[in-house]
């Protein structure tokens, strides 16, 4: 038997990540519901018609707008940062089109956020099935 705690909505897990160089990056694992949000915007029904066999046939297809889809993705995951600076050595804001810039353009950046988010998904499953045996053991 499975038991799942469907209570009140949990903060989403967050951690701050050292970069390679210097810095740090604060991420954060979205819910289900952000997620859905984020595809309810960038994912839009399409319908064509098409003649086969001399019928109209009516076809329904999703296309999505990958480019706004991983835009808003990178701006909720992406909290915070400290210490990251400009090549005059100017601090870098934590906006959301420097958050996009950097995931575009920064190997460095990009490698931070990825393993970041890998550890958040692992302590996520875990944090899971820790609670999972809390419930079963009362």
């Known amino acids: ?30 819910g289900t519901d952000e997620l859905e949000a984020i595809n309810k915007q960038t994912i839009k029904k399409q319908v064509e018609y098409k003649r086969i066999d001399g019928k109209a046939e009516r076809f329904e297809y999703d296309e999505t707008d990958e480019k706004l889809q991983n835009e808003l993705f990178w701006d909720r995951v992406i909290m915070n940062w400290e210490k990251l600076f400009d090549r005059d050595k100017n601090p870098i804001e934590c906006t959301r ?7 575009s353009r920064s190997q460095k950046f990009q490698k ?19 609670a999972e045996k809390n419930l079963l053991t009362g």
Request: some cysteine.
């Open 1 to 30: 038997m499975t038991i799942i705690d469907v209570g009140d909505k949990q903060e989403n897990i967050n951690a701050w990540f050292e970069m390679e160089g210097g810095g740090r990056v604060h991420l954060q694992l979205l």
């Open 97 to 103: 089109a420097n958050k996009i810039l950097l995931m």
């Open 112 to 130: 931070c956020v990825f393993d970041g988010l890998e550890e958040l998904r692992k302590l996520d499953a875990q944090r899971t099935e820790e």
